[in-house]
């Protein structure tokens, strides 16, 4: 009998209830996410092994011929023998460690089978657990670890002959749905809400054979979108060639282990910080460049501005905020001929004076910034700020009626209220994207408002991008208090600047003592 979604989902949450005696919520992943992989890759391989067994029965081949055919013609990767010529020799695989899941120096013994597994497939599986710091007895007692593994030993088997991708997958999103749902703002490290994901997939329509990077892959999951909407569509998902950078070692590890969980094994998952070290380079050393390009960045990150980078079109952006450099890393990103990009941003980008206005300036006089689409406030999982949409087109490629202009599209008032924050519905999804495409000025009857705005008024308007300025229903709606919180703290850090400005003048000038 094939295994019901509802059934892996109600397992694998009752494995990780377990920890609740040992760890907050917002910890579960790491400790879950390597376990649950580890028997989805020990299941699989043992499946596997009995089709070999089977077909290969009575050929009288030797220990060293059905090693090798085996692994020729049948496994896709290893699980080796871990202290190999001991006694305790034994392949590090969940079915041999569950047998002496009551010993002492579980985690220790857990860790080396995850490491013997990273090891004998570095091309598929370097790093992917993370590191593995769960394992000590101090951050997780061995009792503890071995309860989650008893309780996960109760979920089905984790292979194809016994469920499908997309249900082994589509668990893999629930678990991480739901430690986002519990574990506040630290969920916004690696889990962006899977309807604005769809959203933004949507509206960059990947295609067969195309790249899709993304520069802050987080859990992996719009990569896994790029893919599962194309399949959606009719097309081969398998196609693509799916691309990401992280900066946090675990996070990376939850994206590769997400990717193979969907069977989607064309891609690279690089470790580092993008702005700083970005992995993915030519061999002249400039950034690589991809078809579509998403990300969901943190948001007015501080950070060292570039000294020297070819990437800073327009100007560095200011160390109190890393938003634009972010933007200006994936316009470099984008391919000459057909590149385009998506990305999530605070509304402070559309708006922001300094150097933040003078690369804003330069995006727009090199005809790059497509649309500014406005989302509702409270979507996400660390913000209840309201944040937009900004697609970019590479030089030369916006269509013919989107020259010398940019589409604003304002969906502030499209959401359904849930448990914890607001959501975009199907429909929602549905009539911004085609709202995007069609390009009509509409009024806004549907809660859902657009107007194609030429350079010039722009140009008029300081270069300013504020959504309000361009159409009027989202002037007319009550100013946010995201927004205006974002203004104040700019104003007010100009105004101290100008302060001490002149108090070092009035110094200078021998006047001491001199108050506000």
């Keep these: 009998m094939a295994v ?42 043992e499946h596997t092994h009995q089709i070999f067994l089977k077909e290969n029965e009575g050929l009288g081949l030797s220990a060293e011929e059905a090693d090798e055919v085996e692994y020729s013609n049948y496994q896709t990767f290893k699980i080796p023998f871990i202290f190999p010529g001991t006694v305790a020799e034994r392949r590090a695989s969940w079915s ?40 000590s007895e101090a951050v997780l007692p061995g009792e503890v670890l071995a309860s989650v593994m008893r309780a996960m030993d109760r979920s089905p088997k984790m292979h194809e002959g016994n469920m499908s991708h997309d249900v082994l997958g589509g668990a893999y999103e629930y678990l991480l749905k739901r430690f986002s749902d519990g574990s506040g703002t630290r969920a916004g490290q690696f889990f ?39 399949k959606a569509r009719g097309g081969r998902g398998y196609s693509l060639s799916l691309n990401g950078q992280e900066a946090v070692t675990d996070t990376a590890g939850v994206a590769r282990m997400n990717l193979f969980m969907h069977n989607l094994t064309d891609f690279k998952v ?69 590149g385009r990009a998506g990305v999530v941003l605070p509304h402070g980008v559309l708006f922001r004076g300094g150097q933040e206005a ?20 409270n979507l996400f999982y660390n913000t209840t700020i309201p944040t937009c949409i900004l697609v970019f087109r590479a030089p030369g490629t916006k269509t013919p009626e ?41 009024d806004g009857g549907a809660g859902l408002s657009t107007r194609f705005v030429p350079t010039t008024e722009i140009v008029a308007n300081g270069y300013d991008l504020n959504i309000g300025r361009y159409i009027k229903q989202a002037a007319a709606e009550q100013e946010d208090l995201g927004t ?11 105004r101290q600047k100008t302060e001490q400005r002149m108090l070092e003048v009035l110094s200078a000038a021998g006047i001491e003592g001199f108050d506000e």
């Design 358 to 377: 003078a690369i804003r300036k330069r995006v727009l006089n090199d005809n790059l910034l497509e649309a500014v689409i406005g989302l509702p406030a």
């Design 484 to 494: 205006l919180i974002d203004a104040y703290n700019i104003a007010r850090a100009e």
């Design 270 to 338: 690089e470790v580092g910080d993008t702005l700083r070290d970005p992995r993915f380079k030519k061999p002249d050393g400039s950034v690589k460049q991809f078809d579509v390009i998403v990300a969901n960045p943190p948001y007015s990150l501080k950070w060292k501005p570039w000294t020297n980078d070819p990437r800073a079109i327009g100007g560095v952006a200011p160390q109190s905020s890393a938003d634009w450099a972010f933007v200006q890393h994936m316009i470099a990103s984008m391919d000459p001929k057909k």
């Design 192 to 230: 962006t809400p899977r309807e604005v994901v769809e959203l933004i997939i949507e509206l960059l329509a990947p295609k067969n054979n195309e790249s899709v990077y993304d520069p802050t892959c987080g859990s992996g999951g719009m990569l896994i979108a790029a893919a599962s909407l194309l």
């Design 402 to 442: 989107r020259q010398e202009g940019v589409l604003f599209i304002d969906a502030s008032t499209r959401f359904t209220k849930a448990k914890n924050r607001h959501v975009l519905t199907d429909v929602d999804i549905t009539d911004i994207v085609t709202a995007y495409h069609s390009g009509l000025d509409g």
């Design 4 to 45: 019901t979604q509802q059934e892996i989902e109600n397992r694998l949450w009752d494995a990780a209830d377990e920890l609740r005696v040992a760890m907050p919520e917002a910890q579960y992943s790491s400790v879950v996410f390597p376990l649950m992989f580890w028997k989805y890759l020990s299941d699989t391989w």
């Design 96 to 135: 041999s460690m569950l047998a002496t899941v009551a010993q002492h120096g579980l985690g220790q013994r857990v860790r080396a089978s995850l490491q013997a597994i990273e090891s004998a497939n570095p091309d598929k599986f370097s790093r992917i657990f993370g590191s593995m710091t769960w394992t």
